[in-house]
């Protein structure tokens, strides 16, 4: 399996302000996603992160809220903009085909609390 | 409309007995189904998943029974420990084209006592 990293793990935050959530792999990946995780909820997909063009968004989430980048096979950002307290959750990055497989990992997510 | 249905919501076992959790999918293009375990605080952890063109598949205590014309698969897990106390999310995907992204089910918080 991949060994994914995420930063910050945690972070608190004003209303109004922005993060960015870094997520790293240890080996080139074919996919990279975002997904969000609200308490005792399942997983959203918010969109699916392209290298070297504009991610895929998931409907009900926009590139100005939610932008991405991935520069290379092994590592992306999410940024939360404009954030407010409907924004708390957990934001997990997971990546998929691994060696070719179908096989999908996530990381450790991280925990955002708006103010 | 959700594409993949997952029961219970919840499941208390005894320590050693078995935990088996139900999972039922509409799109019949899915050919991927794996099963994620997640603790407290961490990341979902792929458990085991299979494939349409078995019935079975096990790793350890841990075995997916697949029935391709109901549409369904479930988790089973043998002499559940209270380690396995988490929560078990199914999930559905094809393995190529339009379909790739993982649909998940909503969750069944399992609880083992001792």
């Known amino acids: 399996s991949a060994v994914i990293s995420q930063k910050p793990s945690r972070d608190i935050c004003q209303r109004g302000t922005s993060l960015t959530i870094q997520c790293q792999v240890d080996?080139?990946?074919?996919?990279m996603f975002w997904y969000r995780q609200q308490p005792g909820q399942s997983l959203t997909l918010i969109a699916t992160?392209?290298?070297?063009?504009?991610?895929?968004?998931e409907s009900g989430f926009v590139i100005d809220k939610f932008p991405i980048s991935r520069p290379n096979l092994t590592f992306s950002t999410l940024t939360v903009s404009n954030m407010s307290p409907e924004d708390s959750s957990i934001y997990l990055c997971?990546?998929?085909?691994?060696?070719?497989?179908?096989?999908?990992?996530f990381g450790p997510g991280t925990r955002l609390t708006v103010t | 409309q959700q594409q993949v249905k997952q029961s219970p919501q919840s499941l208390i076992v005894q320590k050693g007995g078995i935990s088996i959790i139900n999972c039922a999918y509409e799109?019949?293009?899915?050919?991927?189904f794996p099963w994620y375990q997640q603790f407290p605080g961490k990341g979902p952890a792929l458990l085991i998943a299979?494939?349409?063109?078995?019935s079975e598949k096990k790793e350890g205590r841990f075995t997916i029974s697949f029935n391709k014309s109901a549409k369904q698969f479930s988790l089973h897990i043998m002499d559940s420990q209270p380690g396995d106390s988490a929560t078990y999310f199914c999930?559905?995907?094809?393995?190529?084209?339009?379909?790739?992204?993982?649909?998940f089910g909503k969750g069944t918080l399992l609880t083992v006592n001792p």
């Open positions: 997971s990546v998929r085909g691994l060696a070719g497989g179908s096989e999908q990992y």
């Open positions: 799109n019949t293009a899915f050919d991927y």
């Open positions: 999930a559905a995907s094809k393995r190529g084209g339009s379909n790739y992204k993982l649909t």
């Open positions: 299979i494939r349409p063109d078995v």
């Open positions: 992160a392209n290298q070297g063009s504009e991610a895929t968004y």
């Open positions: 080996s080139q990946v074919t996919m």
